[in-house]
């Protein structure tokens, strides 16, 4: 760029151009989309771009739009192009008489892209950082940086999520992220397990590792950040020692005994016959 640190301000955001990167910072404000607003701001390497256009927006509008190599941004990936473009971080929206500013900083920020705007072999994007909690239909989902729980609500779960228990998934034990935008009927947030042999439901609802969206549950400015974070880990995680030292087909004790009580919880109300309460917590000491 010409100087760094020039400040392109549009509405909802601001570019800021920097040597190696352009800064985004989303403001705050009613009319704002509660995604920005949740972003707060996001650093985007140049070589995570594949491309910038200017194209007329609506109502006198322009638009400068920068888009991401697939695979630079664990956001982008998650969203899997559901994102409305009103909602789409990577879009600066300003009034029409700042177009020719506009196409001055598209044409300094073309030759900055890298030569390869193919696929990435890694994240160039930082996940979103922040809260990486949010409460669904069925259940309220949680991640710590390590590993991603969802805790079943009484009133939403399915019988089969209930036997199940809560859930405990290590970002090693996981291969990716599934995210259905609760924007649209039947949206949900599934985290996808390596393969172990058991194949996971087909059902969003009767799968432990998903919980369900429903009107007014798992909004996307809360949901989508979790996904792109669980994505960053599994992507960036490497061997777990605790787990290589562990011997095969064996289980977290802890786990376990989580296992064990909530089986027990459902005993006690009626939802276990003895007989399924037995079978299944010998299945689990088996795991030990």
Known sequence: MSRMGDVLAGFHAAWEFESDSVLIRFERGIRTPRLFQALG??????????????????????????SPRPGADPLMEAAAGQLKDHCDPYRLVLPGERETLAEYYADELRPLLPEDTGPTDSYLVAPPEGRKEFKAYDGKAS?????ASFRWFWTGAS???????????RVNDLSGVEWRSPEVFDGYLRLLRKPNGVPQPAQADQDPAAVV??????PVHESLPFAA??????????????????????????????????LGELHQAGLLTDT?????????????
């Open 229 to 262: 974070a669980v994505l960053g880990a599994v992507r960036s995680c490497g061997p777990d020692p605790v787990e290589a030292e562990r011997p095969p087909g064996r289980r977290d004790p802890a786990d376990i005994a989580d296992r064990i009580r909530h």
């Open 41 to 66: 701001e996001r650093r985007i390497p140049y070589e995570a771009l594949a491309a910038v256009t200017l194209a007329p927006g609506k109502r006198g509008t322009v638009v400068l739009h920068a």
């Open 143 to 147: 991640f710590d940086g390590t590993s």
């Open 213 to 218: 969206f429903g009107l007014g549950y798992g």
């Open 159 to 169: 019988s089969a999520k209930w036997k199940a228990g809560d859930q405990t998934f």
């Open 276 to 288: 399924e309460f037995t079978a299944k917590k010998a299945e689990l000491l088996a795991e030990l």
